[in-house]
């Protein structure tokens, strides 16, 4: 046997391993229980089982890749380091002043959320650069030093320097730096220009707080990991998933955590795409519905959609990240009657302890699962094939309460709990399409997680989308999106400039910069010529304009019309975003962006042959499935997915079971396992 590729995803209930055997192209997945108290005992206990399983003595470990929550659990839970923070003199109170916008517009009682450093931590120091990158006046070595015994005295376990203009020079922060270094020695210490080169004050400083106050806690969670790996026998540097999709090496997430923020989500993604991207399909909304919440995206061309800026637990980050949006949408979301009389959904979950009603771990409250057991869409004895009991007279008694209030049967109760949670989601995927421009009935709605494939027939529906991809393994497909991620650096930097002709090689110079940078960590990465590749784009705007539009920059070689190129492309995708142009005004880039990848061997996924339309060889049992159409309970045949074959036919109302997720096809669905084994629904197929 060859090299084996193990990626392992680590949740808060369970623990996903993935591993490929690089020589057949053989993929194996399982679960295991999470261990919330030190995450890194069951992500290594994957690593270990997968080499015990699967590993020889001529076999070793060709790449590792982990996916975690433990930078966006840090930030929620508030459990990050005590922090402070170093900035220009008249600005230690941005933090709190932020954009003085309320977190909900008309509600008056919502909290900001708490500053990550307290004020009496904010220490300032006599610097000032201007916007131009004049200097108007510099920090001395004195004040730096008695700013440094400051915190020292407050027990500062990491330190944040942000200054206002330092992406024009970064020469303040990193004198500064150097003394605060000499000063403290192994606090934790990140500064603005390394973290987040751009404009906007307030969101770089809320960037380079949050990569301050995550620091000490990655790098004690991967100093823990690192030598458990090795125990495992992982003798080669392990790779971590960033929020952009990529993977960075543990030492640069030790460095960078606040890129890590949505770890977890953005391989789900990578995972759908090169699912999609193996039958040609290019164009798919991803639906990653978990216990607490659902995650959608939009894939355009085989590209996700990008953000540079997001809002994590109220806190702003300015990084390349993957563009998800979030809601308050899983299988533990809590059904309740509001104060006006109304059925509501979320977002307060029952997580995964208590859980559902149905789990018998003292919720009383039902929720979405509940609804599911209840209308007979899971199984109402036991799920992860056989591993977790169900208490299904425990989620009807629930229903039945909650329905008494409305006025509703248990049935309809839990319909009404499907219809609303169903809404919550399809206005998240109208917020990521027709809000930007892309028609969702044009795309393939592709979903996963463990709750995804049980929605999926009526979100589609719902949403006019007539195809639905399932893939093999929907329930562990971040794990394998690991698998299938190219290692990857962002760099960016600030530097406003007119779209015209004269600027055209101040243009150049500023991409040359930033490629060059990517050149050099090529080259720290060991990454061969061969496996380099990088994309230049630029945020544009009209000027005057508070707002961007990312713009890919394909070609700015002295011999081509780049400049008429890039003004045509911003022209488009405004029209696109905003359905108007102002072909008269001036446009102007605001920052420029690389991305760095270096590309890894991406795994073949094995083609099966046709066995044929006849699924019965899958098939288990037939089980009553409430169909609220009709308002009655319809024979559902019942399906192994591990028995069905490619070429098999499914026609709904049928259920397709598997350890990782329950897939429900509707009544006038059909359903075909193609050469892959994914699962692809058409709605209204004959």
Request: proline residues 5%; hydrophobic residues 35%.
């Amino acid at each position: 046997m060859g090299s084996l590729r193990i990626g392992v995803d680590s949740g808060g209930t369970f623990t996903d391993v993935c591993m490929l055997e690089e020589e057949t192209g053989r993929f194996s997945v399982w679960k295991l229980s999470s261990t919330p108290s030190d995450p890194s005992v069951a992500i290594a206990g994957g690593a270990s089982e997968a080499i015990n399983r699967f590993g020889d003595d001529d076999g070793k470990v060709s790449f590792f890749g982990h996916g975690t929550t433990v930078a966006t659990n840090a930030l929620i839970q508030g459990r990050g380091a005590r922090c402070g923070l170093v900035t220009s003199n008249g600005f230690r109170d941005l933090l709190d002043l932020g954009r003085q916008r309320r977190p909900h517009l008309y509600d008056l009682q919502t909290d900001k959320p708490h500053a990550l450093v307290p004020r009496d931590r904010r220490l300032e120091v006599n610097e000032r650069v201007l916007f131009d990158g004049t200097v108007e006046r510099g920090p001395s070595e004195e004040e730096v030093r008695t700013v440094a015994r400051q915190l020292r005295d407050a027990d500062a376990e990491a330190v944040a320097v942000c200054f206002l203009y330092s992406f024009v020079d970064k020469s303040h922060e990193t004198m500064v730096a150097e003394i605060l270094r000499d000063e403290l020695g192994e606090v934790f210490l990140t500064t603005s220009h390394e973290v987040c080169p751009e404009f906007r004050e307030f969101e770089r400083l809320s960037t380079t707080v949050v990569n301050a106050f995550l620091g000490p806690v990655m790098q004690g969670y991967l100093s823990k990991l690192t030598p458990r790996l090795v125990e495992a026998g992982i003798d080669i540097p392990p790779f971590i998933t960033q929020s952009n999709g990529g993977t960075i090496t543990f030492e640069t997430a030790a460095t960078l955590p606040v890129r890590t923020v949505l770890s977890g989500p953005s391989t789900g993604v990578i995972g759908a795409v090169e699912t999609a991207r193996a039958i040609n399909l290019e164009n798919i909304i991803t639906f990653d519905m978990g216990g607490t919440s659902t995650d959608v995206s939009l894939v355009e061309n085989g590209k996700p959609g990008t953000t540079t800026e997001a809002e994590v637990h109220g806190y702003p980050i300015k990084c390349p990240m993957i563009d998800i949006h979030t809601v308050g949408a899983g299988g533990g979301s809590i059904a309740y009657v509001d104060s006006g009389g109304f059925l509501k959904v979320g977002p307060r979950s029952a997580g995964a302890d208590p859980g559902p009603v149905c789990y018998g771990l003292g919720n009383s409250e039902p929720t979405v699962t509940d609804a599911n057991v209840a209308m007979g869409v899971l199984n109402g004895e036991a799920l992860l094939a056989g591993r977790m009991p169900i208490d299904r007279k425990a989620s009807l008694t629930a229903i039945e309460k909650l329905g008494t209030q409305l006025g509703l049967s248990t049935e309809d109760t839990a319909a009404g709990i499907i219809r609303v949670v169903t809404a919550n989601m399809a206005r998240a995927i109208r917020l990521i399409s027709v809000q930007r421009g892309h028609d969702p009935r044009e795309y393939c709605l592709m979903p996963f997680g463990g709750g995804g494939p049980v929605h999926a027939g009526r979100l589609a529906r719902e949403l006019g989308m007539g195809k639905i991809l399932v893939p093999r393994n929907p329930g562990i497909l971040c794990a394998l999106g690991l698998l299938l991620t190219d290692i990857r650096r962002d760099f960016s930097v600030t530097h406003r400039l007119s779209v015209d002709s004269g600027n055209a090689e101040s243009i150049r110079q500023t991409v040359s910069n930033l490629k060059a940078y990517a050149q050099a960590w090529f080259e720290d990465e060991s990454i061969k010529p061969d496996n380099q590749r990088v994309l230049a784009s630029a945020d544009m705007r009209y000027a005057g304009q508070n707002y961007e539009l990312n713009i890919p920059l394909h070609d700015v070689s002295g011999d081509t019309p780049f400049v008429d190129n890039l003004l045509v492309n911003f022209s488009q995708a405004y029209e696109r975003q905003y359905d108007y142009t102002a072909p008269d005004e001036a446009v102007e880039i605001v920052t420029f962006r690389v991305e760095a990848y270096g590309v890894v061997e991406k795994p073949t996924f094995e083609v099966h042959k046709n066995e044929g339309s006849d699924p019965s060889a899958a098939f288990q049992t037939n089980r009553q499935v409430y169909q609220p159409e009709i308002g009655e309970f319809m024979k559902s045949p019942v399906y192994d997915r591990d028995l069905l074959c490619t070429g098999n036919i499914i026609v709904g109302p049928a259920i397709i079971e598997q350890m990782d997720s329950t897939t429900l096809i509707l009544p006038d669905q059909v359903g075909t396992i193609d050469t892959y084994h994914n699962l692809v629904i058409n709605e209204g197929a004959d």
